[in-house]
Nanobody
């Protein structure tokens, strides 16, 4: 029902910033809660941020809170992740995800809550 394409990743130095975008297909974009996850080499995929269907609620992992901001533009079928003050430990492949059945912001922190995933975009932060 939805296709997701991430963009905006790249190689930056510590302290710099990146803005990731996730473009979604379909006319039902506003029906999906959206999330960002990341996966570093040798590690499991971990939660980064989530936003409710209307964008009225957000949730962040403790490791990124205060540095990252998730936002969505339902008119453009796009969700964003603004990443400031990047650290080497932020290096990972970042994935966009869409969930149709759950819109409770406090539980949108696990992989099982989402139905669709993008291909991922690489973020590398050098020290």
């Amino acid at each position: 029902q939805v296709q997701l394409v991430e963009s905006g990743g790249g190689l930056v130095q510590a302290g710099e910033f990146l803005r990731l975008s996730c473009a979604a297909s379909g006319r039902t974009f506003s029906s999906y809660a959206m999330g960002w996850f990341r996966q570093a080499p040798g590690k499991e995929r971990e939660f980064v941020a989530a936003i409710s269907r209307r964008g009225s609620s957000t949730n962040y992992a403790s490791s990124v809170k205060g540095r990252f901001t998730i936002a969505r533009d339902n008119a453009e079928n796009t969700v964003y992740l603004q990443m400031n003050s990047l650290k080497p430990e932020d290096t990972a492949v970042y994935y966009c995800a869409a969930g149709l059945t759950v819109n409770i912001i406090t539980v949108l922190t696990t992989i099982g809550r989402y139905d669709y995933w993008g291909q991922g975009t690489q973020v590398t932060v050098s020290s």
